[in-house]
């Protein structure tokens, strides 16, 4: 296909699906790393708008105790989060 100027226009379509998200992957890289538990503590500092799903213990708040939780899920010491 191509337009009044004979540029040739081009049409991408994309089939599939997105991949599901990740619980704590807050910066959407596919994987909770340690990027993420920074980004945690950047909104329990101020410094980053909150997001609810950086509320893992979902008391309304972003705050250290999820970033705390993060961390150990990072770190192997909690299965989920």
Do not use: C, Q, Y
């Not at 998200?21 to 945690?40: E, K, Y």
């Not at 503590?41 to 939780?69: C, I, R, S, Y």
């Amino acid at each position: 296909e191509s337009d009044e100027n004979n540029n040739v226009m081009r049409k991408e379509i994309v089939v599939g699906t997105s991949p599901a998200p990740v619980r704590g992957d807050l910066n959407g890289d596919g994987s909770v790393d340690w990027a993420d538990v920074m980004v945690a503590a950047e909104m329990a500092h101020g410094k980053a708008k909150p997001t609810t799903a950086a509320d893992f213990d979902e008391n309304g708040a972003v705050d250290w105790k999820d970033v705390a939780l993060l961390a150990d899920f990072f770190f192997g010491r909690t299965a989920s989060l």
